[in-house]
């Protein structure tokens, strides 16, 4: 296994650092990370995934963009919605250039969800799995893609997360290739808050179903 640490000029010509983890020789898997702000490829939900990725022989993209750092603070949140979608598309547009890739799987938390949605416009992604983690559903754009989508996706949000919308989750469950779950007492960041037994049972639970989702013939 080798991680190859590489940067791309993103949107405004911003660096965008992205790792590439080859697992093994010429495979033809490869799973893609989009993070959230403030939530790194390296947060509990992305490692574990990863781990159990690896496993099963997928070579690794982790998309590193901080939309934390100064560069960005006096940008709008229409101007980080069309950095995360231009810089995504940046780093994938690379890492699949003369690539043997034909199987995918992607997972996207909060903000990556809106890159996410950008992406499954992309031919190459038809067949994709798709984890959403704590989608924004509020956004348009990332409802109409779920509600939509013909990929096999899995979806995770909390009834206490902030982005959390009742009549439009209940919208997904008429998609029959998504499977759509909403957590009890769960916050945006796939806690609960004041209580960290359970946050751990949570992202155990969270990490069991990827798991068999990953490995699912769907």
């Known amino acids: 296994m080798k991680a190859i640490n590489r940067t791309i000029k993103g949107y405004q010509d911003?660096?965008?650092?992205?790792?590439?983890?080859?697992?093994h020789d010429q495979t033809r898997k490869l799973a893609i990370f989009l993070p959230g702000i403030g939530y790194t490829a390296k947060s509990p939900l992305f490692h574990y995934t990863e781990r159990l990725l690896?496993?099963?022989?997928?070579?690794i993209l982790r998309i590193n963009y901080d939309y934390m750092n100064p560069f960005y603070d006096q940008f709008t949140m229409a101007e980080i919605e069309e950095a995360v979608k231009f810089d995504v598309k940046r780093v994938i547009d690379q890492a699949l250039k003369g690539s043997v890739y034909e199987k995918f799987f992607i997972v996207g938390k909060s903000l990556g969800t809106i890159a996410l949605a950008n992406e499954?416009?992309?031919?190459?992604?038809?067949?994709?799995?798709?984890?959403w983690l704590t989608p924004l559903v509020k956004y348009e754009e990332v409802f109409k893609a779920?509600?939509?989508s013909t990929n096999p996706a899995l979806?995770?949000?909390?009834?206490?997360?902030?982005?959390?919308?009742?009549?439009?989750?209940?919208?997904?469950h008429n998609n029959p290739h998504l499977d759509a779950h909403i957590l009890a007492n769960v916050n945006h960041g796939m806690d609960c808050a004041g209580?960290?037994?359970?946050?751990?049972?949570?992202?155990?639970?969270?990490?069991?179903?990827?798991?068999?989702?990953?490995?699912?013939?769907i």
């Open 14 to 23: 911003q660096n965008i650092s992205y790792t590439h983890v080859l697992n």
């Open 146 to 148: 779920m509600k939509g």
């Open 54 to 59: 690896l496993e099963q022989e997928y070579d």
């Open 195 to 217: 209580d960290p037994i359970k946050s751990i049972d949570i992202l155990k639970d969270v990490i069991k179903d990827i798991q068999a989702f990953s490995k699912s013939s």
């Open 120 to 131: 499954l416009e992309r031919k190459t992604f038809k067949d994709a799995k798709i984890v």
């Open 155 to 172: 979806s995770f949000i909390g009834d206490k997360d902030r982005h959390f919308e009742r009549e439009r989750i209940e919208q997904l």
